[in-house]
């Protein structure tokens, strides 16, 4: 059986290394942590409390573990046994994150720490590195990445001393974690590739199987989805050798889980069957059994998932109430209340019935995020059968509770909710409270390292992008005021910051600021797609916002704007493509023209939405004339851009660099040579051709030279899959974050930024939405000013001359960046033969178009 249909992605803003030690749960999993199973006991106190702490511990009942290491602290306190009570409160603390208590965690941590620092003579090496290993995780999960680092550095020192090589182990790969958390991918790449070596010369062990796995889990949160199943497949291979079985089922499922964001199903399908059958563990067999459900719910083979029902519910039913089941019931139904009739596999009375119950256990386990999440899934159940007073209580609860645990990931779902029933009822007043207080859940999400349960299905497409998009509809009906117009326009921008930090796994524009003094001659323009309408706002500087709106279809607007792409072919109909440019046109600029809505503007500025973005907006024909004959064309994620200083036109300084000729499967690119050259004679570089193109001699040259203009003509592309967003170099491929990473690689200070980036041989991926994704976030996340790329792989002749007429504009006095581009495109259309806008409009200007 073979799927070929395209996976979902989810929102990974919690991915990271689960236990080295422990059994996988479906908690938050946070960085590599341990309970020791050598712990240090004072000979007239029974190691019971503790020993009974870390089997709780293990078998997910947090709360329970929590209240036996909180008696062992005060136990060892009243004896005066320091070292003992330090390492009963470092246990505590992991409880305590593990229930999300950041709060009393970072107070049990600290006081371990202080009560360590007081002993005479001083703790032995391996105390001191559990608890700081403890400490690291929980300043990782705050986002203090830096000092999480230097306490995993001391950690791997200790367990250095100590001779405990799994810890040592451990503790590396956290510190990778936080090099790439602070944005070092290249260094954390390093780390991590550095301790593949090491772990694969080691003789096959527990040690091994276990850093294998998670390296292998390491790399998968970094978004090297490959890498991590090689690592992964060479632990599972290792265990098998020396017959590690408890470790099988673990490994399994998380190659699984990797095949899945590879979107391989039917490795997915393999690998969760194997580690169904090879487990033994009542609680391993039911996360296999939940990860095949979830697989054939994705995958839309509701005929695969229904005969899992009946097995999962009494699987569900025999489990010992913890942490653990509680979740799994959770998981249970948020997987069917994806779907739109859930009945088809299990009647609503019975998953309510399991929200019941797992309430009343949340509440009885004192684990009130259970709690609120089964209620937010309760009250979802409640709405599908109309009974929306019921499902309002429900989200009204579940909203409290997460307001006074502050767990944004839990407002988010519960307000829209409650926003959704104040929708149906015709409240639009205290549906916009409610969708609003959702928003600004999902902005605070935005630097939470760890904040959100990927378990818990939480989905960009399903769960973040519906909350903007309805909220921005409920502001643009009806006749918006200025104030909602804005409310609107912030939130469009918002929503592409979210794109991309979803895109990113990460929060990547926290450094990004509003422009001081816009441009006066250039026109924001913020087309949004609605499921019936399109609507447009334009923001000029020192003018009230302006509103436009065409009453079509989203999916009629889709489709006009697919055979538009289409069209661009040079083999299809240039006639039907004029006809649909125009539709399009009138849609987004004819109305504003009418309305003499760019008298003085001089620059189109766009920030796209959805299909439009794999559109040319240069392209669009107004029955005489393309846009780019009546105005400069720019594209930007949002206005939240750094602010630009102008090029110093007689002051260019660039690197310049390609590969013409074939290379790792490739083709070769023969204009490359001659447009690297063209360009190296028309303004000052230094240039990197073919064999002197790596990555390595790319890096050294940004570092040391104060060019203001990279210029890289290679085969790349873009994609809404970050593992599939990569530049070609002579040895191999540079993925984005590497780019961005090694074009950053002069320091943070302004003065020193790359002024352009021209991508001038890239494509993206076709037929994908949010491709363009992988650009803008290029754009944002490599500090430079200013992106050229290309849509589509443009002839590379007609690449060379339009690039070389660039740079020859872009040296005229007081000329625009989008300016240049223009009259390039100009000069392709009307004196040479790539008249047709295929050869000339896919090149596009993202970020600062001065």
Same mark, same amino acid.
């Given at each position: ?47 019971? &409390? ?5 089997? $709780? ?12 290491? &909180? ?32 709060? +009393?965690?970072?107070? /049990? ?44 550095? @001391? ?24 090099? =790439? ?25 527990? +040690? ?11 790399? @998968? ?7 991590? =199943? *090689?690592?992964?497949? *060479? ?59 979830? $697989? ?50 299990? !009647?609503?009375?019975? $998953?309510? &019935? ?35 007073? %019921? ?22 779902? /519960? ?13 639009? !007043? ?35 992008? !519906? ?13 918006? #005021? ?26 990547? $524009? ?32 020192? @003018? ?9 279809? =989203? ?14 072919? !040079? ?53 005489? @004339? ?113 780019? /961005? ?40 996340? /490599?500090?430079?000013?200013? #992106? ?23 040296? =005229? ?9 223009? %009259? ?10 790539? +008249? ?15």
């Amino acid at each position: 059986m073979t799927f070929f249909i395209t996976q979902r992605r989810y929102l990974y803003i919690s991915l990271s290394i689960l236990s080295l030690c422990l059994a996988v749960t479906i908690t938050p999993a946070r960085a590599s942590v341990e309970v020791s199973t050598n712990p240090i006991f004072n000979a007239s106190t029974s190691p019971n &409390q503790l020993e009974e702490g870390r089997n $709780l511990y293990r078998s997910g009942q947090f709360t329970e573990a929590v209240k036996v290491w &909180q008696t062992a602290a005060q136990q060892y306190h009243t004896q005066g046994d320091r070292l003992n009570e330090a390492l009963s409160l470092s246990y505590l603390s992991l409880a305590q994150q593990e229930l999300n208590q950041w709060t +009393v965690a970072s107070q /049990s941590i600290e006081q371990s720490v202080k009560l360590l620092q007081t002993l005479s003579p001083p703790a032995d090496a391996i105390v001191w590195a559990q608890i700081l290993n403890t400490r690291g995780n929980l300043q990782l999960h705050t986002g203090k990445a830096e000092v999480a680092l230097e306490s995993w550095q @001391q950690a791997q020192k200790f367990y250095e001393q100590a001779g405990d090589q799994m810890g040592n182990l451990g503790s590396q790969i956290n510190q990778a974690q936080a090099l =790439q958390s602070l944005g070092f991918y290249r260094r954390s790449k390093q780390q991590l590739e550095a301790l593949t070596q090491k772990l694969s010369a080691m003789p096959d062990s527990e +040690v091994k199987v276990s850093g294998l796995r998670s390296l292998g889990l390491a790399l @998968q949160m970094i978004g090297d989805s490959g890498k991590s =199943q *090689q690592i992964l497949e *060479q632990s599972l291979a290792a265990a098998n050798k020396i017959g590690a079985t408890p470790h099988l089922s673990s490994i399994l499922l998380n190659l699984g889980k990797t095949a899945v964001d590879l979107q391989d199903p039917d490795a997915a399908l393999d690998y969760f069957e194997q580690a169904q059958k090879i487990t033994a563990n009542p609680g391993d067999q039911l996360q296999a059994r939940l990860a095949l459900f979830k $697989l054939f719910i994705d995958y839309d083979k509701l005929e695969l998932a229904a005969p899992l029902a009946p097995q999962i519910q009494q699987q569900l039913a025999e489990l010992p109430t913890s942490h653990t089941s509680l979740y799994a019931a959770i998981n249970f139904v948020a997987t069917l209340n994806r779907l739109e009739n859930p009945q088809q596999i299990v !009647p609503l009375k019975d $998953l309510g &019935q399991l929200m019941a119950v797992t309430v009343k256990s949340a509440q009885q386990l004192q684990d009130t995020q259970a709690e609120a999440y089964a209620l937010h899934q309760w009250g979802k159940l409640y709405s599908r059968t109309q009974q929306l007073a %019921q499902s309002q209580e429900l989200a009204q609860k579940s909203l409290n509770i997460a307001r006074q645990l502050e767990a944004e990931d839990i407002i988010a779902q /519960s307000a829209w909710q409650v926003g959704k029933l104040y929708k149906q009822q015709g409240d639009r !007043p205290k549906a916009i409270k409610a969708y609003s207080e959702a928003v600004k859940a999902l902005k605070a999400l935005r630097s939470d390292l760890v904040a959100i349960n990927p378990d818990v299905q939480f989905s960009f497409r399903e769960s973040v992008e !519906p909350v903007y998009r309805e909220l921005v509809g409920l502001l643009l009906d009806e006749q918006p #005021t200025q104030t909602e117009l804005m409310q609107a326009r912030e939130l469009i921008e918002s929503l592409q910051i979210a794109e991309l930090d979803n895109f990113f796994r990460e929060a990547c $524009l926290d450094r990004a600021k509003q422009i001081d003094q816009v441009d006066p001659t250039a026109t924001v323009v913020y087309p949004i797609i609605l499921p019936d309408r399109l609507a447009v706002i334009l923001s000029k500087t020192g @003018q009230p916002l302006r509103y436009y709106v065409t009453h079509k279809s =989203q999916a009629e607007i889709e489709h006009t704007l697919d055979k538009l792409l289409v069209g661009f072919n !040079p083999v299809s109909d240039s006639k039907e493509r004029d006809r649909v440019s125009q539709q399009i046109y009138d849609w987004l600029i004819r109305p504003a023209e009418a309305d003499q809505a760019f008298k003085d503007t001089k620059t189109l500025v766009f920030v796209l939405d959805g299909h439009l973005r794999n559109i040319p907006m240069a392209a669009l024909y107004d029955g005489k @004339q393309y846009l780019i004959e009546k105005y400069a064309v720019a594209l930007s994620p949002g206005m939240q851009l750094i602010a630009a200083r102008s090029l110093q036109q007689n002051h260019i300084d660039a690197i310049v660099g390609g590969i013409s000729e074939s290379r790792s499967g490739f083709s070769a690119l023969p204009a490359v040579e001659s447009e690297v050259r063209q360009i190296s004679k028309t303004v000052p570089s230094s240039m990197l051709l073919n064999q002197q193109f790596t990555g390595q001699a790319l890096a050294d040259r940004v570092k040391s030279s104060s060019a203001d203009v990279v210029h890289l003509a290679t085969h790349g592309q873009f994609s809404s899959r970050l593992e599939d967003t990569f530049l070609l170099t002579w040895d191999g491929e540079v993925n984005v974050r590497e780019l /961005s990473e090694l074009l950053k690689n002069r320091g943070n200070e302004p003065s020193k930024a790359i002024e352009l980036l021209v991508l001038s041989a890239c494509d993206t991926a076709t037929g994908d939405d949010r491709a363009v994704l992988g650009l803008a976030g290029l754009a944002v996340k /490599s500090g430079a000013r200013s #992106t050229i790329a290309t849509l589509w792989p443009v002839k590379d002749k007609a690449a060379a001359m339009l690039m070389t007429r660039f740079y020859d504009q872009l040296r =005229q006095p007081n000329i625009t960046k989008a300016e240049a581009l223009r %009259q390039a495109q100009i000069n392709l259309i009307r004196q040479t033969d790539f +008249v047709d806008p295929f050869f000339w409009s896919a090149f596009v200007l993202v970020g600062s178009w001065q």
